[in-house]
């Protein structure tokens, strides 16, 4: 073996091979730990386990680097519709015109969501949570389209991507019309991807659709920013769901539930709600810090820190600016931006968070663009959801493709040892 890697534990000396991805990162293979020691490792969290080789999405945490199929996320929320990102980080190439026309087409030909659909959405109370509801329509999407559940060739695995491609805005637009008390809406196919979701979210029954760039501007970088992400704990989901074959609309409703917590994409919804707090409570920052930094206290301060980036989240930059902006052009003056940013400026300068290599992450401006733009705090996460959709999906595509095995952790049993059955009157 030329590069491997040698463990040993009493006496005995075990190898493995060493493998090294296109960028470097180096990897010990130990599909064989087991078969040789009897030993296996335990890494709660995974933080230092690699669970699958990908294609898709390279991210340097320590130099703050992240691209999507070797293409700079700068470059591409730039540059790019989400549509073709989309497609990018499906397929693997950026689509020609007439790939992306095709594309298109084929989404706009399956936006019918069944209309019994709604009769499952009217079950659920108005003050349902959004990534609730967004988490049971997808999975009863599966009902309603049962031949592209179990799919194995790429052809049905096509049928699959384009059906949730495109009936999941209209199920977003649908989660937060519900709750508004708006009247669903199947938007308008003459219109681009983006455009339409937007037209398909806020235009209401007594007023026409006035088309805005700033929105569609900035809603298309956002979709673009929360797209992929490697194997963070929603797409680990998806495609651990997925290894059992379950299906791509079951994987991405495990998805959705995954990505639901504060730790997770809930944190858009937990950085605005600290936000709101920190002002409603004199707009004291350094009240704020202090918490985060007591142990006793569980606050944490929400849209800093991450598992991998130890450095400046490069979306985190994006957005800021993109933030600024948007609020500019809608003429927007939002103080809890400036509560944003001074609790930023605090933090960069704080030991706490300089030793813990804490920067602000892609959830801690985001909100206050989605605010400008008329979404509800409790949407926010639903709003990462139908970002992250092309990159879930990519995710299962290359695990199906891969023939990858079953998901199946193993575990280090620290329970009781064997004991004898105690009836229970004589307990
Ligand atoms: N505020 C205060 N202290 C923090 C924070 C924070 N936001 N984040 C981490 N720390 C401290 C933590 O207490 C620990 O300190 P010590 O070493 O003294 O025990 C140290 O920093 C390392 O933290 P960790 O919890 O071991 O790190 P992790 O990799 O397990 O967790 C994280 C990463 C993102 C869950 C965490 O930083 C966090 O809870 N942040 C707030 C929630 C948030 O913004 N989540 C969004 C993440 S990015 C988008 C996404 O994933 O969807």
Avoid at 232 to 258: E, K, M, P, Q, W
Wanted: proline fraction near 4%; glycine fraction near 8%.
């Amino acid at each position: 073996m030329k590069n491997k890697a040698t463990l040993e534990y009493q006496g005995k000396k075990y190898e493995f091979p060493v493998i090294e991805g296109s960028e470097n990162e180096l990897a010990i293979d130990i599909k064989t730990l087991r078969a040789q020691s009897g030993m296996i490792t335990i890494d709660p969290g995974y933080k230092n386990t690699g669970s699958c080789e990908s294609g898709i999405t390279f991210l340097d945490g320590e130099k703050g680097i992240l691209r999507y199929r070797g293409y700079s996320i700068e470059e591409l929320a730039e540059k790019a519709s989400f549509l073709e990102v989309a497609y990018l980080l499906i397929f693997g190439e950026l689509p020609t015109k007439r790939e992306l026309e095709k594309f298109h087409t084929d989404i706009v030909n399956e936006s019918m969501v069944d209309e019994d659909m709604k009769k499952i959405l009217d079950g659920f109370p108005k003050s349902a949570h959004p990534m609730g509801v967004l988490s049971s329509l997808t999975s009863a999407l599966i009902a309603y389209n049962p031949k592209f559940v179990n799919v194995s060739s790429e052809e049905e695995m096509y049928g699959a991507i384009v059906r949730i491609v495109a009936k999941f805005p209209v199920l977003v637009s649908w989660t937060y019309r519900k709750q508004k008390g708006l009247p669903l809406d199947y938007g308008d196919d003459s219109l681009e991807y983006v455009e339409n979701f937007i037209k398909m979210m806020f235009k209401k029954p007594n007023h026409d659709y006035q088309r805005n760039d700033t929105v569609i501007k900035a809603m298309n970088k956002l979709l673009i920013l929360h797209a992929d992400h490697e194997q963070n704990c929603s797409t680990s989901t998806v495609r651990i769901v997925g290894s059992s074959h379950a299906g791509l609309f079951a994987s991405l409703s495990a998805g959705i539930s995954a990505l639901w917590g504060p730790l997770h994409g809930g944190a858009n919804q937990a950085v605005l709600e600290m936000l709101q707090a920190i002002q409603e409570d004199g707009g004291d920052t350094k009240k704020y810090m202090a918490k985060a930094k007591d142990k006793n206290d569980p606050f944490r301060l929400m849209g800093f820190g991450h598992r991998v980036y130890k450095n400046f989240d490069p979306r985190a930059r994006i957005i800021k600016k993109a933030a600024d902006d948007v609020l500019d052009a809608l003429g927007i003056d939002d103080p809890i931006l400036n509560i944003a940013k001074g609790l930023e400026q605090e933090a960069l300068e704080d030991p706490y968070f300089v030793d813990r290599k804490l920067y602000p992450n892609v959830d801690f401006y985001s909100g206050i663009i989605y605010r400008a733009l008329g979404i509800p705090t409790e949407m926010f996460t639903v709003m990462f959801a139908l970002g992250r959709l092309p990159g879930w999906i990519a995710q299962w595509r290359e695990m199906r493709l891969n023939n990858e095995p079953i998901g199946r952790p193993r575990q280090v049993y620290v329970g009781a040892t064997t004991r004898e059955f105690v009836s229970i009157q004589d307990r």
